[in-house]
């Protein structure tokens, strides 16, 4: 048998108030398996603000700090500065924080944090909506998703905006190091956030994080639908390391029909539309391997 | 040495060792941070500076730096106190002593740069200490005395250590800079009893249920009503060693046998001193109430006060829409419960920084002292605005 690269030790207990199927605790998991207990965290506003349960509960073992929902890039800051300042060393601040806490109203104070070059690790779990307020878009909700405020109807319907392309907003502020990962890929994932762990400086991890209520889905589904999402590049796997790309998994190159057809916020789809979902992928990706090829 | 307020706060940081400084740009506070970054570039402070990308952000790293058990501070005005607000609610909530200095000035629209206590009032339920500052060397005093009562483990709040734009931000004065060895015997290193570290799992600022959420302001509301006694206690204190003190919670100001009062805060209380002055050597009895603290609020200071006298007249340099200046509903809530109230009226002045002169101040005094024989026809009036009939200047 196969020696497992993934370390055995928990630093995620049961009693997390998430959902059942919710991707977001596998990737609190796998990410606090990678990092060790050597860890504080800031999670601001988002479906882990509540999961960790409610007070005095705590179903993780390393602190954590709450902060305000835009916060969370300023919230690390303070973090590591004043563990600078008190001279306590080897401890990985990490600020962990939604879709909608990263690209829309956390923007600001995360790229304030990547810019100052600040020694922590970002990491959005990314499901693709505000789904802790019950499933609003946001700037990272694929186009053509069904959200409670972009309702399917006669008039307009569904988003026809595409997502916030983060990754490369991150690469734009020349951080060490960025990643995404995915909870179908344990293995990859624990790697990645071991290798951000070794490297100093402003890293970010973009993890898929699926939501079964909100992608309208079986709960039993969550691994397999974060699996369809890599093999039919509608999420690929690779790192930024300094700036050169690296693609870590390529892959079945699946037709997106078939991730979107696991999800029924994507159920109002007609085939031109699906169609057009395929053309972008395709370009995303063919971009994606251009830009491996060149080591940019 | 001479120095500006603005100067004065980056002192009473320094003196107070602060180790993770946040902060922002805007004027007219911006003096106090360059200071500052000055401080820690040449090494004079150790301490961590983090020049963050907006006030809602200093706030927010500060809350988190001293969670983790540094002492920190920052410094903003108007409209970066103002996009503060939630964070300033979360630095009260989660019981982090932290000290910043406000500058106040106006806000917008229209722009202004101006004096004006708009942006410090509209934070007064955040859970804040307030202090309103006479003079620069108060500014200094009061940022090092503000460390050392809010980290009392009774009360465990955030202050805010407030400047008038321009009128002590850029004014320079004579400052007596106190070594940093009586300083230190003064105040001690911060020693929280909690703070985050690895090790303790555990969350700050958790998900609470409604069965417990009101415990957690009870708390805080005593904390800040032990403020009361620990900002007197302190202040003693401070005045054995450094031998100044600012006047406790409410300056009073030859306010014994004094008809009228005027009640006012910040730095137009120096003009407010003169003027009682002259018109004492006229015979005149009147004298001057400062408002230090806004919050916690004097309530009882101000009732001893006008159980003695015939009239208060509130000065606000802000104006609450749709009531009355701040610090008049407060002045006038407090003497409810006199078997003999005073008159009070409010007297709005002085708004994105128009000047209160020593004659608009004597005129107030003067009205004040008809309005407490013979009633107010206005309980409100603003002074000195174009278009009104009455002449103030």
Redo the contacts between chains.
């Keep these: 048998m196969t020696k497992t690269t993934i370390p055995y030790e928990e630093f995620a207990y049961p009693g997390s108030t998430g959902c059942p199927g919710c991707g977001a605790n596998l990737v609190m998991r796998y990410l606090l398996k990678a990092l060790g207990?050597?860890?504080?965290l800031?999670i601001p506003a988002c479906c882990w603000?509540?999961m960790?349960?409610?007070?005095?509960?705590?179903c993780?073992?390393?602190?954590?700090?709450?902060?305000?929902f835009?916060?969370t890039?300023?919230?690390?800051?303070?973090?590591r500065?004043?563990?600078?300042?008190?001279g306590?060393e080897d401890?990985t601040v990490v600020g962990f924080a939604g879709d909608g806490g990263t690209v829309d109203i956390g923007l600001?104070?995360m790229?304030?944090a990547a810019?100052?070059r600040t020694d922590v690790i970002y990491v959005m779990y990314d499901n693709e909506a505000y789904m802790n307020t019950g499933i609003q878009r946001s700037g990272s909700t694929p186009w053509g998703a069904w959200t409670t405020t972009t309702p399917v109807g006669t008039n307009h319907g569904f988003k026809h905006e595409s997502k916030k392309d983060i990754m490369s907003i991150m690469q734009a502020h020349g951080i060490p190091y960025a990643a995404t990962v995915s909870v179908a890929h344990p293995e990859d994932f624990v790697k990645k956030a071991a290798k951000a762990k070794s490297i100093k400086g402003f890293r970010f991890i973009h993890a898929m994080s699926p939501c079964p209520p909100g992608w309208r889905m079986n709960p039993m589904h969550t691994v397999e639908v974060a699996r369809l999402a890599v093999d039919t590049h509608m999420f690929p796997l690779y790192e930024i390391e300094h700036g050169k790309v690296r693609i870590t998994r390529k892959g079945k190159g699946l037709p997106v029909s078939e991730y979107l057809k696991a999800q029924g916020r994507f159920s109002h789809l007609t085939a031109p539309e699906v169609s057009a979902i395929q053309k972008a992928v395709d370009e995303s990706w063919k971009l994606l391997l251009a830009k491996e090829a060149s080591g940019t | 040495m001479v120095m500006t307020g603005n100067y004065a706060s980056a002192y009473g940081a320094k003196l107070s060792r602060a180790e993770v400084i946040a902060a922002y740009p805007i004027t007219p506070q911006t003096s106090i941070v360059e200071k500052l970054a000055e401080f820690v570039s040449s090494g004079e402070l150790r301490a961590k500076f983090i020049p963050v990308e907006s006030e809602h952000s200093a706030m927010a790293a500060c809350v988190a730096a001293q969670t983790a058990g540094a002492r920190t501070y920052t410094a903003t005005s108007s409209h970066g106190l103002t996009l503060m607000h939630e964070v300033l609610m979360w630095a009260s909530g989660a019981r982090l002593p932290i000290v910043i200095t406000n500058v106040s000035r106006a806000m917008a629209p229209p722009w202004s740069v101006w004096v004006d206590h708009m942006d410090s009032i509209a934070q007064r339920d955040t859970g804040w200490l307030q202090f309103f500052c006479q003079s620069d060397q108060e500014v200094l005093d009061t940022i090092i005395m503000a460390y050392k009562a809010c980290e009392s483990r009774s009360v465990m709040l955030p202050a805010m250590v407030i400047e008038d734009a321009f009128i002590l931000s850029h004014t320079s004065e004579p400052v007596d800079v106190p070594d940093q060895e009586l300083v230190d015997s003064f105040l001690p290193a911060y020693a929280p009893e909690l703070k985050i570290e690895v090790g303790k799992a555990m969350g700050f600022g958790s998900l609470v249920k409604p069965d417990q959420y009101m415990e957690f302001r009870y708390k805080a509301m005593q904390g800040m009503e032990d403020a009361r006694e620990r900002i007197l206690s302190v202040e003693k204190e401070f005045k054995h060693i450094f031998g100044r003190e600012h006047g406790g919670l409410l300056e009073r100001y030859r306010c014994d046998d004094a008809e009228v009062v005027l009640v006012a805060a910040g730095s137009v209380a120096s003009t407010a001193k003169d003027v009682v002055d002259a018109m004492r050597a006229k015979g005149v009895r009147v004298g001057l109430a400062r408002i230090r603290a806004f919050r916690p609020f004097p309530h009882q200071e101000l009732r001893a006060l006008g159980s003695k006298v015939d009239g208060l007249a509130v000065l606000d340099r802000s104006y609450t829409f749709g009531a009355a200046g701040a610090m008049f509903t407060e002045v006038k809530a407090s003497m409810y419960s006199l078997q003999r109230k005073p008159a009070v009226k409010n007297y709005i002045a002085g708004l994105g920084g128009r000047d209160i002169t020593p004659r608009t101040l004597e005129k107030i005094l003067e009205d004040m002292l008809v309005v407490s024989k013979r009633g107010a026809e206005d309980e409100v009036e603003w002074v000195d605005v174009a278009g009104l009939p009455r002449r103030w200047r």
């Design positions: 207990e050597r860890t504080i800031s603000a509540v960790p349960g409610y007070w005095p509960s705590h993780l073992k390393v602190p954590l700090l709450y902060t305000a835009e916060a890039g300023a919230a690390i800051s303070g973090l500065a004043a563990l600078d300042v008190k306590v401890v600001q104070a790229s304030g810019e100052r």
